[in-house]
């Protein structure tokens, strides 16, 4: 069983706490972490706290609101990615949430001065794909094209891992981070090529079937290589800056701007690039791009591998705020999924504007209900398929 | 001189029926070929399965080189070119956008050909702006055309360029048609016009049943009882007193 439901993601209750006992540092579970915020995972899950109702002023509404904004950048960054990578591909990628807790989880294993395991598995994708691009570019496989197969699956990764072995036992957290995001992104192309691209012309069930089968195998491949234990990274910044009745964290500031950077460069790379156009065209009309000669391939390990990178990136912001084990993307995952969904798996804006509205949601469901928490944000999907489907009008099949 | 795009035996079917049944075709560099044929004949599939849209029993070769196992990149890549049936635009997209991912396969090293482009097609420099999508159908066949060409494709196949145009615009199509001839570029049409057509083109082939049924310099298929009782009767007198008439 993977992505047990009371692994929570338990932002704003321990803000709510930091609060109090602030400035507070992150570490390895069990450090001084308000004990509220984080379950262990092998706990059952919590009686459901006080039912008297508490009162709200006018403070712990901003808090709320302030600790919904903050997890809804992060839900928006996979809102994103998995409106990116199903327009592109059809593909709903399930697996994204193992990018994020690989990206949390390699990181803070350069932080606590190990190895992290992911780069073993960088080198092993590579090699799958390798094979993968081989099998599939066999009746055109030139000498140049196979230079390019060989430097992309097998080069590219194995300068990654050697990357890891020269910089030192612990590279300090801006190195770490670059290195983080050099290890998981590739693994989105690789990825697509070993498990995607054989699938390309099947219909979006068979695809969500190969997601499901994805997901598995890569949280199953993150419990090896990190182990059932939970990590936390230091934030990316200790200051609490008061801005009126609040106190605003430089983490939070961080996420805000991370993420806004993330939308801006998706902006510029759709709207001005001629890459990002060819993106944008195969998802319009998959026959139309292909016969101006965007492959199909290419758009898919593209777009899985900004996936990648983003969920990588999402890892690495939430990684201090919360205790991630190697199965607690999925949840996280599932709510940028709800989003997405919410914006109809099409549009960009929507679904960044759900997630900040998944972000509140469970904001103020975690003050009043803690332990519905995920029960009330999975439910808000209910009234919105309710209304997609009300107005919804058939959709004539165009392509 | 050989034959830039060579297909001997070419069979497609769909499920257990046969569409397009042991087709030979041959298109000279420079020359303009039009495939003639009904209704349900045959031609878009013939022309899907040259470009790799659909799969194909036969043997094809473009420029001296067999092509048959190509995916549609990499025949875009050798210098086939579709204007498909249904056009298959990028309708949310600009029509600028539209040009531009038409040359994509030069990646960005293509600048100025996009001017020569809205030379050729002054209507598409107003509308640069407007979503393909939102296009007359007139404009959007010219988008159509004009997309391809970004590709600088050296054999260009154009499936019902004139459908849906008025009679003035079909000249021009095949003013256009003729002008890519003097440029170099080959062109295998398919056309229901089949005057428009055999006007232009230099050869041609009639389909029948998915078969090729007859074949022949254009001026002699002109003079084929056959093809005059078939294809340029009633209906082709009808189109050539409109074009007087707009003429
Ligand atoms: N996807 C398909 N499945 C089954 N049969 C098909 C399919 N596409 C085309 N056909 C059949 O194959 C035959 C040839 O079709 P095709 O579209 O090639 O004709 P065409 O010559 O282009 O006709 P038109 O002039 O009307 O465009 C027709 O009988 C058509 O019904
Ligand atoms: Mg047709």
Redesign the pocket.
Known sequence: MTGAPWISVALPLSRLAALATLPRRGGKVGAAVPSKTIRTRHSAPPEPTSRTPRPVDSTILLLLVQDGVVNGAIYALIALSLVLVFTVTRVILIPQGEFVAYGALTLAAFEAGHRPGTVGLLLALGAAAFVADLAAGRHTLDARSLGAIALRDLVLPAAIAGATLVVPEKPGLLVGILLTLAIVTPMGAYLHAVAYRPLEHASVLVLLVASVGCHLALTGLGLVFFGAEGSRTPPLSDAMIPAGPLVVSGQSLWMLALTAAIILGLWTFFGLTLIGKALMATAVNRLGARLMGIAPSMAGRLSFSVAAFIGALSGILVAPLTTIYYDTGFLIGLKGFVAAIIGGLASYPGAALAAVLVGIIEAFSSFHASAFKEVIVFMAIIPVLLWRSLRSHPVEDDE | MSALLDASGVTVC??K?E?VRDVGLRVEPGQVVTVL?A???????LLSALMGVLPARGAVTFDGRPIGRLSIEARVGAGLGLIP?RRELFSTMTVEDNLRLGAFRFGRRERGSLDGMFALFPRLKERRRQLAGTLSGGERQMLAMARALMGRPRLLMLD?PSLGLAPLIVAEVMRTVASLRDQGVSVLLVE?NARAALRVADYGYV?DGGAVVLEGPSRVLEADARVVETYLGVLAAETGAQEARAG
């Open positions: 769909y499920g029926i569409a044929g209704n349900g004949a045959g031609k878009t599939t049936e019902e229901q389909l």
